[in-house]
Each structure stands twice: as C-alpha cells, then as structure tokens.
C-alpha cells in the first residue's frame, strides 16, 4: 500500500526550530525526487522544497535560508528543518513526489504565533 506519513508538526513561537519527518513507502521514496508542500488556509498549496534521490535541493524564495530539506534513503524519510519560523509558515505541511504522482497524505499542521 501507498503511504505518505508525515509528523512533527506543532505550535511555535515566531523565531523558532521545527523538524518536520516523512515516512513514505519504499515504492514511492526509492527514486523519486521527494517534495514538501504546504497549504496555508484559502491559499493553493505550494511546493517549499524539493530532494532529488541523488541529494540535490531546491528551495523557494519564500523559505531560503531558513528552511533545509534532506533524505534518508535507508529510512525511506524524508526531512525539512525549519528555523526562524515566521506567522507566515503557518500552514499544513504535506510531503509528496514532486512532481505529484501519489495521493495526499493526513499532513502535519504547523502554527506560528507572533
């Protein structure tokens, strides 16, 4: 079964560190480049930050500098390392193939409080 788990989201303070975690099916992580997204509320979702299976990164404008995505192959997980959280990262955090080929996972909320 095709699976997306995502976790490690939660209520912070603006300014600070959240490292969020996707577990995926090994069908789905193998060689696929892996993506975060995020769904801020009445907003489309948006692509945050991508990993290849070789390791290469692409972050958007929106979160360089702040954000850091990596992969751990053998864990079939893929990571994104948050810090200096702002209000604005406020929303739900999903990781998915990029481009999207698999269903949606249950995401992970994340709130940033000024």
């Known amino acids: 079964q095709v699976q997306l788990v995502e976790s490690g989201g939660g209520l912070v303070q603006a300014g600070g560190s959240l490292r969020l975690s996707c577990e995926a099916s090994r069908s789905i992580f193998s060689s696929n480049t892996m993506g975060w997204y995020r769904q801020a509320p009445g907003k489309q979702r948006e692509l945050v930050a991508a990993i290849t299976s070789g390791g290469g990164t692409k972050i958007a404008n929106s979160v360089k500098g702040r954000f850091t995505i990596s992969r751990d192959n053998a864990r079939n997980t893929v990571y994104l390392q948050m810090t200096s959280l702002k209000p604005e990262d406020t929303a739900v955090y999903y990781c998915?193939?990029?481009?999207?080929?698999?269903?949606w996972g249950q995401g992970t909320q994340v709130t940033v409080s000024s």
């Open positions: 998915n193939t990029a481009p999207i080929i698999y269903s």
